[in-house]
């Protein structure tokens, strides 16, 4: 990091801030969305939708290295949390929930220096009492990048692909949240879900930072 390059908003390039207001407030309405393949998968939420500023925002972080937006990002993800757990008591019931994000290929991770999903989460969970981060699945090392394919290829390019870190699997029964990044075609959640149900844990709900898909 450049510490003598003036801070810059990440969405519009504002001198003074990592996320100015107005970029920030992309984030700031949750919504729930209903993509076609996730029909029968439990609520998705999502923070933003996947363009113009917060596109860029997010990809700053994600791929630009710009971990100031770490905490930022991680506040908004920490009051979508409050919402949804307000929102859908009934849903993750009265026990301790586990935000499980979803994983990153081990290149990606790599070239970017960081599980960035894992730390915001981690970031996330500190603002939540009930909530606790579990790094509990892993990508197989046959998954290829999926940027660029059709949505039939995302789902071939996944089945069975994800996997559980048997260490860190919570105990059977303990409801989970899944966590991902950007919600393109919804691959990424739906084979994590059934990861996740090998091991007994039910998935409550979803959230996404940012909705690709169409939104109806
Ligand atoms: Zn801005």
Known sequence: MN?????RCAGCGLAGFALCAGC?????????????????????HALARYCGRARTALLACKEGGRRDLEGPLAARVAVALREILDEHAALVGTGPVRLVPAPSRPAAVRRRGRAYLVRLARRAERGVPGVRTA???????????????????????????????????????????????????????????????????PVAGMLVLANAARET
């Open 135 to 201: 790094d509990c699945l892993r990508l197989s090392p046959l998954v290829r990048d999926s940027v660029g394919l059709d949505s039939a290829r995302r789902f071939e390019n996944l089945r069975g692909g994800v996997l559980l870190r048997r260490s860190r699997v919570p105990s059977p029964g303990t409801p989970v949240l899944l966590f991902d990044d950007v919600l393109t075609t919804g691959a990424t959640l739906l084979n994590c879900r059934e990861a996740l149900a090998g091991a007994g844990l």
């Open 3 to 7: 510490l003598l390059l003036p801070l």
């Open 24 to 44: 920030g407030g992309r984030f700031a309405r949750l919504r729930r969305v209903h993509p076609p393949e996730l029909s029968s998968a439990p609520p998705v």
